[in-house]
C-alpha cells in the first residue's frame, strides 16, 4: 500500500476524509454546516429578485372635513337676522331670533352697545287692557335647543338716549351677558320699520304727544292709526 494510508478512522496521515463504499463523503461537523447554510441564504437574498409591492389598495387619507355643527353647538347663544329700529335720536331697539344651541336653557342678563350708555331687556305687556314695555324680569330665556323672538310689539333689547342716529343699513355693534358670565357678540343692520307704529320713548302714551318723558321709567307702547 502507498504511503497515503488510510488509518481505521477514516482520515489519511494528510487530513483527506475517506469516501465509503456507499459513495457518500463523511458528514461534516454540524457547525461547519450551520456556516454553510448562512452562506447559502446570504447569496440567495443577494442573488434573488425583490417582487414589485403591489399597488395599495387602501383608501387615501381623509380630507380634514368642514366645522361641524358640533363646532357651532360650541357657541352657547346665537342670533339670527339681527336688526335695529332707525331713530334720528332718544330711544330705539334692537331684533332678531336668539337661537340656543345647548341641551339647557340659556338666559340673557344684560346687554350693551356703543350706540346707547343705557340698554335694558324690555317685555312688552298687557296692563289693564293697554299695551306697555317694560324691563323683563329675570332676563330673556331661550329653551334648550330652541329659539326666542325679538320683536316689535314683543321682547326687544331696548336702547337708551341713541349716542347718534341709526340710520337704514348702519352697522351696530352689541354684546349680550349670559347668565353664566358669558358674552355674546354680534351685530345688527339699521332698518326703517313702521309696522304698529310703535313708540319707544319712555314715559309716554301714543296718545300724549311728547309729553310727561320720565326717564327711565317704564313706557307706554300703544297704536295709532295714524
Given at each position: 500500500?502507498?504511503?497515503?494510508?488510510?488509518?481505521?478512522?477514516g482520515?489519511?496521515?494528510?487530513?483527506?476524509t475517506?469516501?465509503?463504499?456507499?459513495?457518500?463523503?463523511?458528514?461534516?461537523?454540524?457547525?461547519?454546516?450551520?456556516?454553510?447554510?448562512?452562506?447559502?441564504?446570504?447569496?440567495?437574498?443577494?442573488d434573488?429578485?425583490?417582487?414589485?409591492?403591489?399597488?395599495?389598495?387602501?383608501?387615501?387619507?381623509?380630507?380634514?372635513?368642514?366645522?361641524?355643527?358640533?363646532?357651532?353647538?360650541?357657541?352657547?347663544?346665537?342670533?339670527?337676522?339681527?336688526?335695529?329700529?332707525?331713530?334720528?335720536?332718544?330711544?330705539?331697539?334692537?331684533?332678531?331670533?336668539?337661537?340656543n344651541?345647548?341641551?339647557?336653557?340659556?338666559?340673557?342678563?344684560?346687554?350693551a352697545?356703543?350706540?346707547?350708555?343705557?340698554?335694558?331687556?324690555?317685555?312688552?305687556?298687557?296692563?289693564?287692557?293697554?299695551?306697555?314695555?317694560?324691563?323683563?324680569?329675570?332676563?330673556i330665556?331661550?329653551?334648550?335647543?330652541?329659539?326666542?323672538?325679538?320683536?316689535?310689539?314683543?321682547d326687544?333689547?331696548?336702547?337708551?338716549?341713541?349716542?347718534?342716529?341709526?340710520?337704514?343699513?348702519?352697522?351696530?355693534?352689541?354684546?349680550?351677558?349670559?347668565?353664566?358670565?358669558?358674552?355674546?357678540?354680534?351685530?345688527?343692520?339699521?332698518?326703517?320699520?313702521?309696522?304698529?307704529?310703535?313708540?319707544?320713548?319712555?314715559?309716554?302714551?301714543?296718545g300724549?304727544g311728547?309729553?310727561?318723558?320720565?326717564?327711565?321709567?317704564?313706557?307706554?307702547?300703544?297704536?295709532?292709526?295714524?
Open positions: 500500500m502507498s504511503a497515503r494510508r488510510i488509518n481505521r478512522a482520515t489519511s496521515r494528510y487530513g483527506v475517506r469516501v465509503t463504499r456507499a459513495g457518500v463523503r463523511r458528514t461534516a461537523p454540524a457547525g461547519v454546516l450551520l456556516a454553510a447554510v448562512m452562506v447559502l441564504g446570504g447569496c440567495g437574498s443577494q434573488s429578485t425583490v417582487p414589485a409591492a403591489a399597488p395599495s389598495t387602501a383608501a387615501p387619507a381623509a380630507t380634514p372635513a368642514a366645522p361641524s355643527t358640533a363646532a357651532v353647538a360650541a357657541v352657547a347663544l346665537t342670533i339670527t337676522d339681527p336688526w335695529v329700529k332707525t331713530a334720528k335720536k332718544g330711544m330705539s331697539a334692537a331684533f332678531g331670533t336668539l337661537v344651541n345647548t341641551d339647557a336653557e340659556v338666559t340673557v342678563v344684560s346687554g352697545s356703543p350706540l346707547s350708555p343705557k340698554i335694558e331687556l324690555h317685555e312688552v305687556v298687557d296692563s289693564k287692557g293697554k299695551m306697555i314695555m317694560r324691563p323683563k324680569e329675570g332676563g330665556v331661550i329653551p334648550a335647543r330652541g329659539t326666542h323672538l325679538l320683536q316689535p310689539g314683543g326687544h333689547i331696548m336702547l337708551m338716549g341713541l349716542t347718534k342716529a341709526v340710520k337704514p343699513g348702519a352697522q351696530i355693534p352689541f354684546t349680550l351677558t349670559l347668565k353664566d358670565g358669558k358674552t355674546v357678540e354680534f351685530t345688527a343692520v339699521g332698518k326703517d320699520f313702521a309696522g304698529g307704529k310703535e313708540d319707544y320713548r319712555p314715559g309716554m302714551d301714543m300724549d311728547d309729553k310727561g318723558d320720565k326717564g327711565d321709567k317704564s313706557a307706554d307702547m300703544g297704536e295709532s292709526d295714524g
